[in-house]
């Protein structure tokens, strides 16, 4: 295993299991959210996502499932995602384990195409689990949305005296629509299953505190350590590939080269005929990452 990072942003470079073992002291997190492979198949840069059995799989995600349990702090909270075929496995292995307070349906459109001889899966599920009923973290005021309903159309909530308009702001539900990370999207990175800032920023600021450490032990393209940095929480991230590795340092900040390589995001297909027929020269930060900027004298 390799320690990277400072110590408000750690990452270790190694297998989810041995690092939590190994590394992260238990009793020490106070939000762990996690995002594992989910055993359909998934080219992860050479690395297939898929396991012989599924009985396999499942056994594996037991495991880091119970460790991840011993490293949350009795205050704490969990999200956990998965493919809707094992989110009930999931769901029954935690009932005597954790409070299990909410499934949420990550739900977002599609352009691509869908299956033909049956409906199509158009969301992701997300556990959202506490370790305390009744000692936990919910931020409710830092995560209203628009009351559609009482808002855009006036509605008179009678029962009042005298009689209001009905709330504007409320809690979200627990179906959440947000896109998915898109190719041209400027928080796009090179990974197969990177996850929305705007989820983690919901997950983040409900769940936790400035200060507060939150875990991923599959970090992937490190969005959730990029905006708990952003939302001035601390971080823990695990990952087991160099490239994904390389994307955490540089969206993180936290180093310009790893082993001798200067670490730049790598540019797409159509910044790179823009750069061929000069129509982008300068750059600027955005979102961790370098996007081009039009030609103009002095950047933003």
């Not at 499932?65 to 999931?90: H, R």
Request: with cysteine.
């Amino acid at each position: 295993m390799e320690l990277l990072g400072n110590k408000n942003h750690k990452i270790i470079k190694g297998d989810a299991l041995k690092a939590l073992k190994e590394v992260v002291e238990d009793e020490s997190i106070d939000l762990i959210f996690v995002d594992p492979p989910y055993n359909i198949g998934k080219d992860f840069n050479g690395y297939k996502d898929k396991w012989d059995k599924d009985e396999d799989y499942l056994e594996w995600c037991y495991k880091w499932l119970n460790l991840c349990l011993k490293k949350l702090k009795s205050n704490g909270s969990m999200y956990v995602m998965t493919a809707t075929q094992f989110m009930p496995y999931y769901d029954v292995f935690l009932r005597d384990k954790i409070n299990i307070l909410s499934i949420i349906v990550w739900y977002y459109d599609s352009s691509g195409v869908q299956a033909k001889k049956y409906f199509g899966s158009m969301y992701e599920p997300i556990l959202y689990c506490v370790k305390e009923k009744n000692n936990y973290t919910f931020n409710s005021n830092e995560i209203l949305i628009e009351a559609k309903t009482g808002s855009e159309r006036k509605l008179i909530d009678y029962r009042k005296n005298p009689p209001q308009i009905y709330n504007s702001k409320k809690v979200p539900g627990n179906v959440w629509e947000f896109p998915r990370v898109r190719y041209r999207m400027d928080e796009y990175e090179n990974h197969p299953t990177q996850k929305p800032i705007a989820l983690l920023e919901r997950i983040i600021k409900a769940s936790s505190n400035v200060g507060d450490i939150v875990l991923d032990p599959f970090s992937g393209s490190f969005t959730t350590a990029f905006v708990a940095k952003r939302l001035k929480r601390n971080s823990v991230s695990i990952e087991l590939q160099e490239d994904y590795i390389k994307i955490g340092l540089r969206r993180l900040e936290l180093s310009d080269e790893y082993k001798g390589e200067k670490l730049e995001r790598e540019l797409k297909s159509y910044e790179l005929d823009k750069v061929s027929t000069g129509q982008f020269k300068l750059f600027e930060k955005k979102h961790g990452t370098y996007i081009h900027r039009k030609n103009q004298r002095n950047s933003k």
